[in-house]
């Protein structure tokens, strides 16, 4: 407690953050189709300040994320639904989001060509992030891979798009299964895992398979 107060006495004083609009009263001027999209922004917003201004406070002091990963944060903080592809390599999970961007972003092919974990996210332009400054930054939901160590973040990295669908949800393109390839492509760290940890956190899971390849 002594440490506590000590701590809180080294503390800059607290200014009164300024107010924010009441989630369940639109402005009344605006067109009733963008009325939902603006409660969810507000409510979304709320809450990110209410876990900002009392627990990560409260996170921060104590070193939570080195004991844990912190799932309650990760969870108020993604703002953005996420929608993750697995399946088999060479299953069309790639080829299937380039379809839903109507664009090339990603590397398609008949070979295992997916070698990372790759969160499409909104962007103005096309723009690649390394996996490592994801994984640092506090406002992204991606704190909790490092448990997974360097091997998994160099295969890990975000990429952004102008497409409009990514304004409401964040896509993850994975590596495909290689149960069949062997050990040439084996992976440095833990596959099963991390797909766990993605899936953990996704609102829709899509899982691929070419049906001329079943028995793989
Ligand atoms: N016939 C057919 N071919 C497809 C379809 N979808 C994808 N392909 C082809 O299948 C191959 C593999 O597609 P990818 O999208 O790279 O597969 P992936 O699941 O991303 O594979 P990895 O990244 O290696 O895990 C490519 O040559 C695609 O052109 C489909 O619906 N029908
Ligand atoms: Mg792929």
Redesign the pocket.
Known sequence: NSFCTLLEATMPPKQAPPPMPDPTRPPADLPAEERYDWQLTMTLARLQRLYRENIRVLEERFHYDVYKPSWFSETIVQKKPFIT?L????????????YLMQSNY??????????KFTVIMHGDEITQIPGRVLVADSSQPFRGLNQFGDSFIECFGGLLAPHPILKSVNLI?????LEAAGDVHQRRYDYIKVCRWFIERSDLVFF?F?PTKLDA
């Open positions: 592809f399946g088999p390599f060479s299953a069309g999970k790639s080829t299937f989001i380039n990603l590397l398609t092919g008949p070979q295992p060509l997916t070698d393109d994975t590596p495909g299964v691929l070419d």
